[in-house]
């Protein structure tokens, strides 16, 4: 167990839905950063929130938002969903706004299938 | 946002050092070299990372070369389990990994 948290773990849905992943952070951490990763694509960074705010941007499509609750943990929300869409969505935390001395703790993922 | 390179693949008998190549040539001065590996489709995991000096933790050794522009990882004694991608990356200033293609280290017997 790494401290971090996604739920939920597997997730099929149909094309046009929408959908909410969720990610608790290890304790104590502020950053939370999502992560998509496809067959054909790699791990590919989607976006960054720290302490609350929209730290930094990636290749995140507009139909995808994302927000970090005072709680700290945080919700991807894919919407009109693609075939495409389909793949591994990965959160990590770190303690800074950098990554700490340790790096960053990723979580086991969302497998997303759309159908 | 500084590029890595590495073997898209590499073998390794189990029980012998695994070393991993990685070129970043474009690296900043400021930026830390760092590896994860992701077995099969787990979450990455954590290795080691480093800046200027070699480092070396219970899990591997991390040699970087005087320029900056290479790196190796050696885990030291291979096994099965170790079979996995490794990714070599160089993380960027606001914080972000930038994850390439990695290296898809197998393990045999």
């Known amino acids: 167990d790494s401290g971090v948290t996604q739920t939920p773990k597997h997730l099929i849905t149909a094309t046009g839905q929408r959908v909410t992943l969720r990610c608790s952070p290890r304790?104590?951490?502020?950053?939370v950063y999502w992560y998509q990763q496809s067959l054909d694509q790699g791990l590919q960074f989607l976006i960054q929130y720290y302490n609350g705010e929209e730290r930094a941007k990636g290749n995140i499509l507009e139909r995808f938002s994302a927000q970090q609750f005072p709680d700290l943990h945080s919700e991807l929300n894919l919407s009109s969903l693609e075939l495409g869409d389909s793949a591994l969505y990965f959160c990590?935390?770190?303690?800074?706004?950098?990554?700490?001395?340790?790096?960053?703790?990723f979580g086991s993922g969302t497998r997303l299938t759309v159908v | 946002d500084a590029k890595t390179t590495q073997p898209p693949s590499m073998d390794c008998a189990e029980g012998r050092a695994a070393n991993l190549p990685c070129n970043h040539s474009t690296i900043s001065g400021n930026e830390y070299v760092y590896w994860y590996r992701q077995i099969h489709s787990q979450g990455p995991q954590y290795i080691i990372h480093g800046l200027k000096n070699n480092e070396t933790n219970e899990m591997a050794s991390l040699i970087i070369t005087e320029d900056r522009k290479s790196s190796t990882l050696i885990l030291p004694h291979a096994t099965l389990r170790d079979t996995a991608v490794y990714y070599c990356i160089v993380r960027v200033v606001q914080g972000k990994l930038i994850f390439g293609q990695g290296t898809e280290l197998s393990v045999k017997p």
């Open positions: 304790s104590g951490d502020l950053s």
């Open positions: 990590a935390s770190s303690a800074l706004d950098r990554g700490d001395n340790y790096g960053y703790t």
